[in-house]
């Protein structure tokens, strides 16, 4: 759990949050900096393995909603509870997580190089007995991709913690030549639909806050 009242630039003020964040990405933690959003951070510990036959947008969804109950349940401190989910869907509606090894991120950028795949990301809103969610899709294209690209920017670090594989906010944006459909919902967040819902829950946002 983070010091309460983190806002814009990662800085602390004695101000109680008005939101708590189901998620430890330092990602979305960001994004709702950005948003101006004074918030608490207490990350969701679940199982995130796909049901049988369970649909990229299913499961972001259900993943999305889950996160934020279970922290409203552990918190129980009344405040609005965000929880967030993305994947990345491959070929054949293949839901691809955080590469666990070299060879497993290899085979997920070799299997998106040169094409088109979709990343879906799932917000819900949580309080008390109210409980709002929003999915949204994005089409990333990758150019083709060599092995020895794919070797090097294993060893940078930067895939380990990654759906996909890739980040489209740092190394990995070399990769990319379009995206169709929101940007920041590919890093982790969905700003235009995320701040619909702040304002549906009266959270304080920086175009907001008086």
Same mark, same amino acid.
């Given at each position: 759990?983070?010091?309460?009242?983190?806002?814009?630039?990662?800085?602390?003020?004695?101000?109680?949050?008005?939101?708590?964040?189901?998620?430890?990405?330092?990602?979305?933690?960001?994004?709702?900096?950005?948003?101006?959003?004074?918030?608490?951070?207490?990350?969701?510990?679940?199982?995130?393995?796909?049901?049988?036959?369970?649909?990229?947008?299913?499961?972001? +969804?259900?993943?999305?909603?889950?996160?934020?109950? #279970? @922290?409203?349940?552990? &918190? %129980?401190?009344? =405040?609005?509870? !965000?929880? $967030?989910?993305?994947?990345?869907?491959?070929?054949?509606?293949?839901?691809?997580?955080?590469?666990?090894?070299?060879?497993?991120?290899?085979?997920?950028?070799?299997?998106?190089?040169?094409?088109?795949?979709?990343?879906?990301?799932?917000? +819900?809103?949580?309080?008390?007995?109210?409980?709002? #969610? @929003?999915?949204?899709? &994005? %089409?990333?294209? =990758?150019?083709? !991709?060599? $092995?020895?690209?794919?070797?090097?920017?294993?060893?940078?670090?930067?895939?380990?913690?990654?759906?996909?594989?890739?980040?489209?906010?740092?190394?990995?944006?070399?990769?990319?030549?379009?995206?169709?459909?929101?940007?920041?919902?590919?890093?982790?967040?969905?700003?235009?639909?995320?701040?619909?819902?702040?304002?549906?829950?009266?959270?304080?946002?920086?175009?907001?806050? $008086?």
């Amino acid at each position: 759990m983070t010091a309460s009242g983190e806002l814009p630039g990662g800085g602390s003020t004695a101000r109680s949050p008005d939101l708590i964040l189901a998620s430890a990405s330092p990602r979305r933690a960001e994004l709702l900096r950005t948003m101006g959003v004074c918030f608490e951070v207490v990350p969701a510990n679940l199982d995130e393995t796909p049901l049988p036959g369970e649909s990229g947008a299913a499961h972001v +969804a259900r993943l999305a909603r889950a996160k934020a109950r #279970a @922290v409203q349940l552990g &918190t %129980a401190t009344g =405040l609005p509870v !965000l929880g $967030a989910d993305t994947t990345v869907i491959g070929d054949g509606e293949q839901l691809l997580g955080k590469p666990r090894s070299e060879a497993e991120a290899m085979a997920m950028l070799q299997a998106l190089s040169g094409g088109t795949h979709q990343v879906c990301t799932a917000i +819900a809103l949580v309080q008390g007995n109210r409980e709002v #969610a @929003v999915t949204v899709a &994005t %089409a990333v294209t =990758l150019r083709t !991709l060599s $092995a020895a690209e794919c070797h090097a920017y294993w060893r940078s670090g930067e895939p380990a913690d990654k759906a996909g594989g890739y980040a489209l906010q740092g190394l990995g944006s070399v990769f990319v030549t379009h995206i169709e459909g929101s940007y920041s919902a590919v890093i982790g967040l969905p700003m235009a639909e995320t701040y619909t819902l702040l304002q549906e829950f009266c959270v304080p946002t920086g175009l907001t806050r $008086a």
